[in-house]
């Protein structure tokens, strides 16, 4: 069993910065691929980022060359930095990995951006 609790969320302004961490406990966090997603009210949940065991990382198009995704092994940890946020990015957002057939999710953190 894999537990995930995500922080950082918060209030900023658009132009402003966030970093979201996603901490992992149970498994082998070296072999996992960690994701963040996340979901607007109304909307579909979305794949922001992704970075895979090996060190591949994948982004949603909307937040190429805004955000970043990094991991720490040895942390367990998986993280968001969001630069240039805008009103657009608000939302909750998640962290998920799957390990040995099953998906996991954190509770979530609400990202709200606004003047």
């Known amino acids: 069993q894999v537990q995930l609790g995500e922080s950082g969320g918060g209030l900023v302004q658009p132009g402003g910065s966030l970093r979201l961490s996603c901490a992992a406990s149970?498994?082998?966090?070296?072999?996992?691929?960690m994701r963040w997603y996340r979901q607007a009210p109304g909307k579909q949940r979305e794949l922001v980022a992704e970075?895979?065991?090996?060190?591949?990382?994948n982004y949603a198009g909307s937040v190429k060359g805004r955000f970043t995704i990094s991991r720490d092994n040895a942390k367990k940890t998986v993280f968001l930095q969001m630069n240039n946020l805008k009103p657009e990015d608000t939302a909750v957002y998640y962290c998920?990995?799957?390990?040995?057939?099953?998906?996991?999710w954190g509770p979530g953190t609400q990202v709200t951006v606004s003047s």
């Open positions: 149970g498994g082998v966090f070296d072999i996992m691929a």
């Open positions: 970075v895979t065991s090996g060190g591949t990382i």
């Open positions: 998920n990995t799957d390990y040995v057939g099953d998906d996991f």
